[in-house]
């Protein structure tokens, strides 16, 4: 052994998460000079021409790369690990169930700004150690003078880093290194100071029916940990039950998690959590600036903040002590994350909580058949409250047989009638209609050409604030053409979209407000609270919007909910189209008569006797989940399944049916398990922003064997040839199969 080498055999070797699409931790040694080395840590490092902030996720006694070609870390950026061990075993487990790049999954968990080294809410304190004495300068004066006078500054006063240069001059780190070799100074840190948060008292809320009080009951003092899925109708005071539970985490000192669907998280939701609590509250979503996400989530971090409400990724905040951890609205598809690392938060709430031991409730008027099935299997403890809470009953559902009473301009006249009515009688409207725009195809009567988009297998909308053809899938917009492009003669705007059925009921009711709420009026959240603040004051009197009306949004005066079409989606490709239109059509149902007044629901569809819509209206929803699942476990699919997708996509149409062929070959010759294979096949929309889309779906009952296969399969897929001709990405318990 070499005398380098000797060396290096006694320094740990450092294991490094790094941002990048690589499925490995980096070894580095440890840097020349330095403090502690926790996991946890950040840390500065070479990485290949570039420098790059890392993670320290573990210390190794050794490294399997050759020791002349390790390469050193340069600077620790923390006193204080960032993340503690329960936080990064966390992460570890996500990055392996979704077969995640890891440096990718940590990335996920911590602020952008945090990630490129930022000093972190903490300053840095030099001070004398405890051993050292005027003794110690003294004797230093003669051979060190800067040393000595460093230390008589420190003996007589601790010392903010940031003021150092000011205070000792420039060139002071190198004496203060040689003192805190010689252990008479360190760096320590302090909290930097907060802002004063003055805690206001908490304030009390109604009094529990049975049913809620049962279901706290069951969540924080339940015989043993594990899941609680709280199905309550929408208004029967689930949030009523979470406030409940947290305040008793609260009382133990302990912090509480809430994780809420992107657009649910309004200013509404975290005011009802602000006026009942008087503690700090951290809230942690998508619009953030990144200097307030930091702060915030330093906040949840240190403990400052005892509850953090957020969407998505708040799921990986770390906190000091966690207690309890709230799902609301479990079943929403925005839990899930579509790009990148495709994890789903209410998942990994649940198994933070398992891990950490801690409570966890899922609450929903309208529960994914996942956790449906978990609650049958006795994985979850499933608590209902079946009645709304206060004075409010359910709303009574009509049906509207489109084929006996056809719309016009997407409108029954039994519906208008019921519009009058309520707006007569002071009742506020919502009209849900899933397509955004004015109409959805600009269409030829003489030759039936339609508008496409060059781009995508897809129609262009007509748009007309501002005017023009868009596609929904890649957002080109184009100037309509004023005639037909194949034969010449004029062309028409059909199919209704929000934008159209607002001009309608403008002319229809002209003496009343009528909002708009989908992608284009609620752009930025400032517009979104605008709309929603008009809506619950009461100046809106009629709102039409999209699939965004169906998030828990309490609008105390809306007494009548129309869903002009409930037929797009009855008869989807994908095997969970039932399943989304019974929540999206009970969840927006869930608008109506959420005070003294009896809400109403009217459902216009060309099919009232299409099961689906028979079970929502006579059984509810319980009903429903029941032959859904039947039909579940009939075609093996999940919950009865599990299933991982493979992706791909290029500007070839041959490519990504290549690449998952070969892919495919690839699985197969492995090892042999009972994963079965479909495909590839191309997407249901083939071509979307230029780019052929084609899948590849696996499909086991045995989850060990299907994360079995795709462990093997990943570094041979990343080194086909093939790979780095397409664009691909692995999706493990996919949502969407396209
Ligand atoms: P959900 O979250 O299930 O939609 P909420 O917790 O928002 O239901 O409750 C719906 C409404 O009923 C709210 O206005 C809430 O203040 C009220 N509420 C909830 N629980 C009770 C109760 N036990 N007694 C009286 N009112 C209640
Ligand atoms: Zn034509
Ligand atoms: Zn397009």
């Known amino acids: 052994m070499d005398k380098e080498a000797a060396l290096l055999a006694n320094e740990p070797i450092l294991k490094v998460a790094i941002n990048a699409p690589l499925r490995t931790l980096f070894d580095y040694l440890p840097p020349k000079a330095g403090g502690a080395l926790l996991p946890g840590m950040r840390v500065r490092v070479p990485f290949g021409r570039t420098r790059q902030v890392g993670l320290l996720v573990a210390l190794a006694p050794a490294s399997d790369v050759p020791s002349v070609r390790l390469r050193r870390v340069e600077e620790i950026l923390d006193l204080q690990p960032l993340l503690g061990a329960e936080d990064m075993d966390l992460l570890l487990w996500a990055a392996r169930y979704y077969a995640h790049p890891v440096g990718e999954v940590f990335a996920t968990a911590i602020p952008t700004l945090a990630r490129q080294g930022r000093r972190l809410g903490e300053r840095r304190v030099a001070r004398a150690a405890a051993a050292a004495s005027p003794a110690d300068a003294e004797r230093l004066a003669g051979r060190a003078p800067r040393q000595a006078a460093i230390l008589r500054q420190l003996l007589a006063a601790p010392l903010d880093l940031e003021t150092a240069d000011d205070e000792f001059g420039p060139g002071w780190r190198g004496p203060f290194r040689r003192l805190e070799a010689q252990g008479l100074v360190e760096i320590t840190l302090a909290p930097a100071d907060s802002e004063g948060d003055v805690p206001g008292p908490d304030t009390g809320g109604p009094t529990l029916t049975p049913s809620q009080a049962a279901a706290v009951e069951n969540i924080i003092g339940a015989p043993g940990p594990g899941p609680v899925l ?71 971090r240190s403990g400052r903040a005892r509850i953090v409400i957020g969407t998505r990724s708040a799921v990986f905040t770390p906190m000091p002590d966690c207690g309890l951890i709230a799902v609301d609205e479990e079943h929403d598809p925005s839990f899930k994350q579509q790009e990148g690392f495709r994890y789903s938060a209410r998942d990994i709430a649940v198994v933070r909580a398992h891990r950490s031991g801690i409570p966890v409730v899922l609450g929903s008027a309208t529960p994914s058949l996942e956790s449906m099935r978990n609650a049958d299997a006795g994985r979850y403890r499933r608590v209902d409250l079946a009645e709304r809470a206060g004075s409010a009953a359910r709303p009574v559902v009509r049906v509207v047989d489109l084929r006996v009473t056809p719309a016009r301009e997407g409108l029954t006249t039994p519906l208008l009638q019921a519009m009058q ?55 080109r917009s184009e100037q309509p053409p004023s005639t037909c492009r194949q034969c010449g003669a004029g062309l028409r705007p059909v199919g209704q979209g929000t934008e159209r059925i607002e001009a309608v009921l403008a002319a ?27 809506m619950r004051q009461g100046r809106t009197r009629i709102l039409v919007g999209t699939q965004m009306l169906t998030k828990g949004h309490d609008f105390p ?14 008869f989807g490709t994908d095997f969970r189209s039932d399943e989304r239109l019974a929540q999206t059509i009970l969840q927006v149902s869930g608008r109506a008569g959420r005070r003294e007044r009896r809400g109403e629901v009217i459902l216009q569809t060309s099919y009232p006797q299409h099961r689906l819509l028979s079970h929502l209206v006579s059984g509810g929803y319980a009903d429903f989940t029941r032959e859904a699942l039947d039909e579940r476990a009939a075609a093996g699919w999940p919950p009865f399944s ?24 690839l699985a197969e010759g492995g090892r042999r398990t009972c994963v079965s294979i479909l495909g590839p096949a191309p997407a249901p929309m083939e071509r979307r922003s230029g780019r052929y889309r084609a899948q590849l779906l696996f499909r086991s009952t045995a989850r060990p064997d299907l994360h079995a296969l795709l462990n093997d399969l990943l570094p041979a897929v990343e080194s086909l040839k093939e790979s780095r001709r397409v664009r691909w990405s692995l999706d493990v318990d996919p949502v969407e199969l396209f």
């Open 230 to 300: 709280l199905f309550g109708v929408t208004g029967s005071g689930k949030t009523e039950v979470y406030l409940r539970a947290i305040e008793s985490v609260l009382a133990e000192g302990r912090q509480a998690l809430v994780l809420v669907p992107e657009i649910g998280l309004t200013p509404q939701t975290v005011r009802r959590f602000r006026r009942r609590f008087g503690c700090r509250i951290a809230v942690l979503h998508s619009g953030l600036t990144e200097k307030v996400r930091l702060e915030a989530w330093m906040d949840a």
């Open 508 to 534: 229809q009711f002209p003496d009343l407000t009528v909002g708009r709420l989908d992608r284009d009026t609620a752009k930025t959240r400032e517009s979104l609270t605008a709309l929603l603040e008009d």
């Open 557 to 570: 005066d809306v007494t009548l909910v129309g869903v002009l079409n409930c037929d797009q989606g009855l």
């Open 421 to 475: 009515r309520h707006l007569d009688g002071d009742g506020q409207v919502i009209l849900f209609l899933n397509r955004r725009g004015y109409a959805t195809a600009l269409f030829c009567s003489e030759c039936g050409w339609v508008a496409e988009c060059p781009r995508c297998d897809a129609r262009m909308t007509v748009h007309q604030h501002p005017a023009g053809l868009r596609c929904h899938h890649c957002n």
């Open 642 to 665: 599990h299933l991982a997708m493979l992706r791909a996509e290029a500007t070839g149409r041959g490519e990504p049916m290549g690449f998952l062929q070969r892919c495919r070959d």
